[in-house]
């Protein structure tokens, strides 16, 4: 008998790096990265009802595994940004902005 493959493996890949992507963009990555979480918990357990049906189980787990990690560097980076407002402001961060841009030329 010939092996499936579990439902959107692909999905799951591009959803869970491109949050990983969009980690510097206040925590923009945590949407994607969750959807690709629940979509691999979803996969991973119809892989567990019948593992002898489906043969890319191990994409299902990289997914999970990167969307993971894109989730602590998303919280980790909003966390972040919310302690840099709140301790300087935004004219603070907007003051050091230009700073830099005065230093580059």
Known sequence: MEKQKLPNATLILILSIGSLLCCCFAGVGVIPAVIALVLAMKSIKIYKEAPELYDN???????????????????????????????????????????QQEYQF
């Open 57 to 99: 189980y191990n994409s299902i787990n990289t997914g999970k595994i990167i969307s993971i990690i894109a989730i602590v560097l998303n919280v980790a980076y909003l966390i972040y940004t919310i302690v840099l407002i709140a301790s300087i402001g935004i004219d603070g961060i907007m003051e050091q902005y230009e700073m």
